[in-house]
């Protein structure tokens, strides 16, 4: 039974659910004569050419219609939105004319006008034109790119779905790896298009244009796995589109960079939720309880605006109050990248009582204390909405006596990053905010659903030896029994409870003890972390401390390796003053710590950066101050930021913390929320251990049992006969990387004793199975670096290197065949790889090009059982047989392989003198070298081959289907 075809299986189908929901569709050839293709050209590259990415018939009609007063000319229009920068830039400013925020001159009023592209408010689908078509095309002279499918709303193409075969492996992941080459190669098309999407029926994931790293992309939730209907009609409803394009498409700069983004579901259905809220004149409180990392602070902005601007709240006063410094410069920075206008900083208290006291209209930014002694009825507007970051901290007096009596007839939202807690005082938070709803909150996002979602990573601690540790009489009378620490959710609060736990401190601080954990930690990073790429963490139990730790580590570690960031006072000693550091400076450390490979890879820190950094890098936490409740939670909560590097081929599986103190033994004590919270928040690695020791023993005995001769040459052979098959390959791929990956994380460490020797050849196998079938030349490295070190101590490189043993393609290569050890198997896999590194070596020889792809295809049959193992062999040495002797014919006739693939294709179609014809012909390619990449050079080149050919052949017609005949066995051997 034949395989279903990406067209047949998805594309199709979205085609024609996207009908029923009101998206009309546009063949193929008809989007390609609206957009202007010149169909009397040949290639379809030559069709493309002047080609335009709209549908500039509707587009103009269109903007006509919207906008009366529109005069300019339709290839003004089309100028206009086709001139702006090919990136991100652009698609920012496409974005603003896509909101109807664009501006049009009109004379006749000497004044510029709003230029309205969509009409955002239409429930009954007639004012815009909605549209769909396949196999959308463009080329830009040097790269051609054929998107699956588009949608496009009023001539504009908005998003593109990229459909992949449900029966390729990651197929999903090929879909986003293809959209990320259209980003290179013609960053044209991502002008105008916003979202992509990319499905093979099963799974549907999107995200927006100009941002393709992995953990902003996220999985369309419909009701059912595999539902491809319910999630097309769902995501595509034209309804739903304009409000992603209107409302849910934010740019923010980040590290100095303008990143684009896109508001996730559970963040979507916050914003609606809040704004419903605010709009009920029965409730005026609710809580948006969204786990750490979830993009809570951008689910604010959004809110803000929309609120803002909506004409149901009649010019609102919006407080956006902020618990920290950094986040406050931040959300400004961030409103502003918004276009708002209506935005005022209240960074005084009497600032803010005068905005409130003046009646101002717009967003204030503000901190929680800035209400501090405010008077009471300052302002008795009902539409003031109030929305509280990290509400969990504001439950107390200040908030009830002076916010809430200041201004009675306001709405509050409170938004939390962290579970609400057991304690009385976690319990306040629901009864602050959550009263009006019957579970508590308006909207939750838990840890579980944003670990299951890939928002955030899960996380696994491990405790360190028992001499490290706080004694246990004085942890619990110090600190974990204290009423004081309980519910603690503001760390300034817990350092001052640890400044009276004197005997905490001063065991934490012993000289020798800060010098065990400083070798630790060295030892520790440079084993388990730093070979993944990672950075770390070391939380120290006060500023003394961290000066401490900085001294410590730099007589194991490099001084480049760490960084000490902490606030400076004046009145410090000599020790602390020696890590102060300007503004500018710790900007740069902050940064350099974001980028792979940059020092420092250590930050040593208290209470800076616990909070809202947010450095995806950041792999390992190690943990030498007591904390508890929401302070741990926040702390360690740095090290679960997804981080996905193609170039590094890095994804990182997880966030660790290594406990020196011993507040993970007493778990239940140190994170004071549901069980079923904490066991999504953090796991003991041992449980990594359980699962690595499981795996082993299902897993190893299966393939351990293929290797019979000490992993000789004997092995390597039937070890590849045994995975022709390509399912077994990916079952055991599969397997093999779960185990990597585990081994990576626990190794070094004296549990992996007893499987070292079945690890490593198990390792070996896998390095085997993927250098013979792997499609490239020169395979990567592929194996981590514990695993490589691993595999080069245990078993060697010599049995692998026999799969990749090239042999030189010559007059010897058969005797060389015959004679070399090992098995039939591997001598085919060495052959097809001999002739495709001698044909890689050689690009200009169309012989040796066509010969690897004739190599691949016996490749293919070989694996597929198509042919046997002696049928493949004998294939390729008659291969190699032909090509000896065409290059003593071409030798003997003093040619070079172009010029002699040239004669024989004229030879071939009868032209008269094809001697002295390819010799003529053989100038126009030295005139013309880079005509396979050059459009304009290849018309040339033709057009000189055809007034060759055309002095021997009189008939035109006869003249162009050789030269057609020609170009067509070039393209063919050159198609790799």
Not at 454 to 473: E, H, I
Not at 698 to 720: E, G, M, R
């Amino acid at each position: 039974m034949p395989k279903p075809g990406e067209h047949k299986t998805v594309q199709n189908r979205i085609i024609i659910y996207a009908q029923e929901i009101g998206w009309k569709f546009v063949s193929r050839h008809e989007a390609e004569t609206r957009r202007g293709f010149n169909n009397h050209s040949g290639k379809i590259q030559d069709k493309a050419a002047q080609a335009s990415i709209y549908f500039n018939d509707i587009l103009y009609q269109k903007v006509r219609e919207f906008n009366p007063k529109y005069s300019e000319a339709q290839g003004v229009l089309i100028a206009l939105l086709s001139n702006l920068p090919t990136d991100i830039f652009g698609n920012r400013d496409f974005l603003t004319y896509l909101r109807n925020q664009g501006k049009y001159f009109y004379a006749a009023e000497n004044r510029e006008l709003d230029l309205k592209l969509i009409e955002y408010n239409d429930p009954s689908l007639t004012a815009n034109t909605y549209e769909i078509t396949e196999e959308y095309y463009i080329h830009n002279g040097k790269n051609g790119t054929r998107e699956d499918v588009v949608f496009l709303i009023n001539g504009i193409p908005i998003l593109v779905i990229e459909c992949k075969n449900a029966t390729k492996d990651e197929a999903i992941a090929l879909g986003i790896d293809q959209i990320r080459r259209y980003h290179n190669e013609t960053p044209e098309l991502f002008v105008p298009q916003m979202i992509f999407t990319a499905t093979e029926a099963i799974g549907f994931s999107y995200g927006v244009t100009w941002n393709t790293v992995r953990r902003n992309i996220f999985n369309w939730k419909a009701e059912q796995i595999g539902q491809l209907e319910a999630k097309i009609k769902s995501f595509c409803q034209p309804g739903y589109i304009l409000k992603l394009l209107q409302n849910y498409i934010l740019f923010a700069e980040k590290e100095e960079t303008l990143q684009k983004f896109i508001l996730h579901q559970h963040q979507t259905t916050a914003v609606e939720n809040v704004i419903e809220r605010c709009h009920d004149p029965e409730h005026t409180k609710g809580l948006v309880w969204h786990t750490q990392g979830s993009g809570k602070t951008f689910t604010m902005i959004k809110t803000a605006e929309m609120l803002f601007k909506s004409p149901q709240s009649d010019k609102p006063t919006i407080l956006l109050m902020i618990d920290r410094n950094e986040l406050e410069d931040q959300m400004l920075r961030n409103l502003s990248n918004l276009g708002l206008n209506n935005v005022q900083h209240a960074d005084r208290i009497t600032t803010l009582n005068q905005l409130l006291k003046d009646d101002y209209r717009g967003i204030i930014v503000t901190m929680i204390h800035k209400f501090r002694d405010m008077p009471a009825k300052i302002n008795l507007r009902k539409n003031i909405y109030i929305f509280i970051d990290e509400a969990h901290r504001t439950t107390g007096g200040d908030l009830g006596t002076f916010l809430m009596a200041g201004l009675p007839n306001a709405t509050f939202i409170g938004f939390t990053g962290t579970p609400v807690d057991k304690t009385t005082y976690g319990k306040g938070t629901f009864k602050t905010f959550g009263t009006d709803d019957e579970q508590g909150y308006l909207h939750k996002y838990s840890i579980a659903e944003s670990i299951e979602d890939g928002t955030t990573l899960p996380l696994y601690y491990n405790v360190a030896p028992n001499k490290m540790l706080v004694p246990s009489q004085i942890m619990e009378e110090e600190f974990l029994n204290l009423a004081a620490t309980e519910g603690i959710n503001d760390i300034a609060e817990l350092n001052k409870i640890l400044d009276r736990a004197v005997n905490l401190k001063n065991f934490l601080k012993a000289d020798q003890r800060v010098d065990e954990v400083a070798k630790s930690v060295a030892k520790h990073y440079t084993q388990n972390v730093e070979p993944l790429g990672y950075k770390a963490f070391l939380v120290a139990v006060d500023r003394p401390a961290c000066a401490k730790y900085k001294q410590a580590l730099d007589k194991y570690l490099p001084a480049e390796y760490s960084a000490v960031v902490y606030t400076g006072n004046n009145n410090d000693t000599q020790e602390l003053k020696a890590h102060h550091i300007d503004d500018k400076t710790e900007k740069q450390i902050r940064k350099n710590f974001t980028k792979f490979g940059e020092y420092p890879k250590i930050l040593i820190v208290t209470e800076k950066l616990l909070t809202g950094f947010d450095a995806p890098l950041l792999y390992a936490m190690y943990l030498d101050k007591p904390m508890r409740d929401h302070t741990l939670l926040q702390a360690i909560a740095r090290v679960n930021r997804p981080y996905e590097s193609e170039a590094q081929e890095m994804v990182k599986p997880h966030g660790f913390v290594l406990d020196f103190v011993g507040i993970f033994d007493k778990l239940e004590k140190a994170l004071a929320f549901d069980s079923e919270e904490i066991n999504a928040i953090i796991k003991d690695l041992h449980l990594l251990k359980t699962l690595f020791k499981n795996k082993m023993e299902q897993l190893a005995p299966t393939y351990l049992s293929l290797i019979q001769h000490n992993f000789n040459d004997k092995d390597v052979d039937d070890i590849i006969e045994n995975f022709r098959d390509q399912e077994r390959r990916k079952a055991f791929f599969k397997a093999y990387k779960e185990l990597e990956m585990l081994y990576e994380i626990i190794s070094p460490d004296a549990f992996l004793r007893p499987y070292m020797d079945d690890y490593a050849t198990l390792s070996s196998i896998y390095e085997v199975i993927r250098r013979a079938y792997s499609k490239r030349v020169y395979v990567d490295k592929a194996l981590q670096r514990k695993t490589d070190e691993l595999v080069q101590k245990h078993i060697g490189t010599t049995a692998i290197a026999v799969v990749t043993d090239f042999v030189e393609i010559n007059a010897q290569t058969l005797e060389v065949i015959k004679a070399k050890q090992g098995g039939e198997t591997t001598k085919v896999i060495n052959l097809i790889k001999s002739i495709a590194k001698t044909a890689e070596e050689n690009p200009d020889d169309p012989f040796l090009i066509a010969m690897a792809e004739r190599a691949k295809t016996v490749q293919e049959n070989f694996e597929n059982r198509q042919s046997n193992t002696q049928e493949s062999l004998e294939t390729l040495l008659e291969e190699i047989t032909k090509n000896e002797q065409r290059k003593k014919e071409q030798a003997r006739r003093g040619f070079d392989s172009l010029t002699f693939f040239v004669f024989q294709t004229l030879q071939d179609a009868g032209v008269n003198n094809p001697e002295a014809v390819s010799n003529q012909i053989k100038q126009a390619f030295i005139e013309y070298p880079n005509w396979r990449t050059s459009e304009a050079e290849l018309r040339e080149l033709r057009k000189e081959v055809t007034f060759a050919i055309f002095a021997e052949i009189d008939d035109l017609d006869q003249v162009t289907a050789v030269v057609d005949k020609l170009f067509t066995l070039l393209s063919q051997a050159y198609a790799s």
